[in-house]
Nanobody, 120 residues
């Protein structure tokens, strides 16, 4: 059974920082990419960042580039989020799949999400 478990969400003031973590287990591929997406209410799920199996290839959405850092250690990834703004408020989801990509439909495996709220 595949499980992706996120942790680290919470509430923070604008300009603050949070670190999200996600640990995968049971993924039926020897190597796989992982990514973070986020979603606000009924809006479409938005890609935030992704990382290759080796951790050497990382990509970021323009909206978070320079503020967020994705890192990987095997089946665990983290997302260090700095200089947060209210526009970063969302449920953040961890995803995994053999190739990955920028679209949600490119991922078969998902966590349940963790809420991040940025407000005064």
């Amino acid at each position: 059974q595949v499980q992706l478990v996120e942790s680290g969400g919470g509430s923070v003031r604008p300009g603050g920082s949070l670190t999200l973590s996600c640990t995968a287990s049971g993924v039926p591929h020897r190597t796989y990419a992982m990514a973070w997406f986020r979603q606000v209410s009924s809006k479409r799920r938005e890609w935030v960042a992704s990382v290759s199996w080796s951790g050497n290839s990382k990509d970021y959405a323009n909206s978070v580039k320079g503020r967020f850092t994705i890192s990987r250690d095997g089946a665990k990834i983290t997302l260090q989020m700095n200089d947060l703004t209210p526009e970063d408020t969302a449920v953040y989801y961890c995803a995994a799949d053999i190739k990955g990509g920028l679209r949600p439909d490119q991922y078969d495996y998902w966590g349940r999400g963790t809420q991040v709220t940025v407000a005064l």
